[in-house]
């Protein structure tokens, strides 16, 4: 059993650390220690290695976004709540490639393993809404829909970011209804 000390120290080094690489993906383990206010034993302890840090910051991610699907589905339609749950992903996404220098081709593979099932899941979750209410066409796949939206993170971002249209075609492909 962990203690409450250790859970808080482990989550603040984690949120300390999405917001640094976020800024600066060559932030260093010490100024994330530093700025989560741990020495570096406790950091080094939790995560010993800087690919180890990087695969938990994205595994919260990745976790987070999963967790968001019921949320969506509780408050929007089916089409709007994959439209923004597609726009977090894209977003997790381009910041876990933007870190591809921290991680090594193994690690990718790992974390994609490992995050496969629950993302698909929950985009299962998402399509079937709007299958029941009749927005989103029953031949809709998780796998193809994920397929397509790596497009979507590969898509140039700031100000030429193309990925907003381009999820706008997706969604239009899947709807039941076509836009006027």
Known sequence: MVRSDARENRARILEVARAALAEDGGTSMNQVARRAGVGAGTLYRNYPTREALVLAV????????????PGLL???PPLEALRRWTTDLVSAMRRKHGLGDALSPAAHRSVTEQTYGPVIAA???????????????ADADPRDFLQLTGAL???AAGPEDR????????????????PA
């Open 74 to 76: 509780a408050t929007l």
């Open 123 to 137: 985009i299962t979750r998402l399509l079937d809404a709007g299958k029941r209410d009749g927005t989103i066409r």
């Open 58 to 69: 994205y595994q919260l991610e990745v976790d987070q976004l999963v967790e968001s699907a």
């Open 153 to 155: 993170w590969r898509a």
């Open 163 to 178: 990925s907003q249209p381009m999820l706008g075609l997706i969604l239009d492909g899947l709807s039941t209804h076509r």
